[in-house]
């Protein structure tokens, strides 16, 4: 009697094990009700959730390579029991056809709708749509499943490129050192489970108003002066995708250099309560002679800067040096003090440069015959000592940064008269350089001790700590609205022409 106790109970554990399995797996949906009451096709009056789910997940695989996610799209569609969500969600509602109107419009943003297959949906959407397109129940299959990928993926990649961009600039650039936020497996899963499209594409749609500025010119065809009408096209096209970074500047008080526009502002509450002019690094495209032409070797798109330009960059001033030390970089001191000390003998005491060697301080340099030193194994180390010839000037603001640059008074006052200011090593100098330590520190003590220190007629390095730091962003604008219209300036740094020329490789 206990065997045949105990053999019920397995049996009997056995079924509440089946019932709850098949009781915690996922329904399908009435995949054929849903569509032969939308479409009235008798095709799909035979369609098979199971057999639909064995052709998507083959499908998923097939697809794969044309999947810019392929992994978060196929573990969204496990988790959801390889049903067409879009499909028969959406498709009854003829959202699919709004999508679609949204990818055809891309152009409005300067994108080229291909980027989001808007005429393959639109084909496969007018085939599902007719009741006498699709004759079997497999050529129904194969077409939702391929129109439920595209969907998918299109709409991740649209969602992306109006919240973020088309492009990572970290992937393009060379010099680019800001913080940018890119799109994470959060925000495009997101894309997907939402339940009203429309509301979903009108949410993300970009509303600043410098970029619906550039967006009505672009619309309205806009020709920039001195320029063509095609090279305005794409001015406009790449400042449109770099309003799309999430790399703006979110604190109300900051400092901003705008390299093109050789220009720094200290804004505050999205005024600006400072400006002037600057020096920048040299750039690759100062002559604009290679404007909006592709720039590759090899036919491959690769940014290659020239040694003195100025990078893109974020970071925090926190401190100043009044009276400042020039430790001269190796390549300034290779390619150029080294060349001047062997035309001149005293041109290094001129200069106020100290040279050393192994640490220790040369006494007599004069003496050396710079002329039969090697520029590519120097053993020697310079610094410039503090005074009016010091090519720092009287002043210089400290961030930390990758690149060793720094914002910096200057005793060449010459160049800021001139329209191309892109002539400095890679460092910013500043017109107004006690202005700006003015509006950092403020009324009080330490500014006084900074006006005092930059007058001594025998100077002495000093540091002085912010006492908040300010953050500063150093970016590349070509075009920008200011007053009612738009401002353009050109690419001397050619990366315009690395951005524009990466944005068309996308359609190849």
Not at 65 to 75: E, F, G, R, V
Not at 386 to 403: A, E
Request: glycine share 4%; aromatic share 10%.
């Amino acid at each position: 009697m206990n065997k045949i106790s105990r053999y019920t109970q397995i049996v009997l554990l056995s079924l509440l094990v089946l019932l709850v399995v098949n009781g915690c797996k996922k329904k399908h949906s009435p995949m054929a009700q849903i569509l032969f009451k939308k479409y009235q096709n008798k095709v799909y009056n035979n369609l098979d959730p199971e057999a639909f789910s064995t052709v998507f997940q083959q499908m998923l695989v097939e697809k794969k390579a044309l999947m810019t996610n392929p992994k978060l799209i196929s573990a969204f569609y496990e988790q959801h029991n390889y049903e067409p969500m879009f499909v028969l969600q959406h498709l009854p509602k003829d959202e699919l056809q709004v999508v679609a109107s949204y990818y055809q419009r891309a152009g409005e943003h300067g994108l080229d709708p291909k980027l989001f297959q808007f005429d393959r949906i639109s084909e496969l959407l007018k085939k599902i749509g007719d009741k006498n397109s699709i004759k079997t129940v497999d050529e129904a299959y194969q077409n939702m499943a391929e129109l439920e990928i595209l969907t998918a993926n299109s709409l991740i990649n649209y969602s992306n490129a109006m919240q973020f961009g088309v492009i990572s600039p970290k992937k393009i650039y060379a010099r680019y050192f800001t913080e940018t936020k890119r799109p994470d497996s959060l925000n495009m899963t997101h894309a997907l489970e939402v339940n009203n499209l429309k509301s979903f594409l009108d949410s993300i749609q970009p509303k600043n108003p410098q970029y619906l500025a550039l967006q009505k010119a672009l619309q309205s065809g806009e020709t920039a002066p001195g320029m063509s009408k095609t090279e305005t096209e794409r001015i406009l096209k790449v400042n449109l995708e770099r309003l799309r970074w999430k790399n703006k500047p979110t604190e109300e008080r900051y400092v901003i250099v705008n390299i093109p526009d050789y220009r720094l502002d200290v804004m505050d509450h999205d005024s600006s309560v400072l400006n002037m002019k600057v020096c920048v690094g040299e750039g690759r495209n100062k002559t604009n002679q290679d404007n909006l032409a592709e720039y590759s070797e090899d036919d491959k798109v690769r940014d290659v800067p020239f040694t003195r330009e100025t990078p893109q960059l974020n970071s925090a001033i926190n401190s100043v040096q009044v009276n400042p030390i020039w430790n001269i970089p190796q390549s300034i001191a290779s390619n150029e003090i080294i060349k001047e000390a062997a035309e001149d003998p005293y041109y290094l005491s001129n200069k106020n440069i100290d040279v050393y060697k192994g640490g220790k301080k040369v006494e007599d340099p004069e003496t050396i015959n710079w002329a039969s030193v090697s520029k590519d194994n120097l053993p020697y180390t310079f610094k410039q000592q503090s005074g009016g010839d010091n090519s720092l000037g009287k002043i210089k603001f400290l961030f930390p940064n990758k690149s060793s640059v720094y914002l910096h008074d200057t005793p060449a006052q010459a160049p800021f008269k001139q329209a191309m200011r892109a002539v400095s090593h890679g460092c910013v100098r500043l017109e107004k350089p006690l202005d700006l330590a003015h509006v950092l520190f403020g009324d009080g003590g330490q500014f006084e001790q900074i006006k005092e220190d930059m007058q001594e007629t025998d100077p002495k390095a000093r540091n002085l700590s912010l006492p908040k730091k300010v953050p500063v962003y150093i970016t590349y604008v070509t075009c920008w609205a200011e007053n009612g219209k738009l401002v353009y300036r050109p690419d001397v740094y050619g990366l315009d022409i690395v951005l524009y020329t990466h944005i068309q490789k996308m359609l190849s």
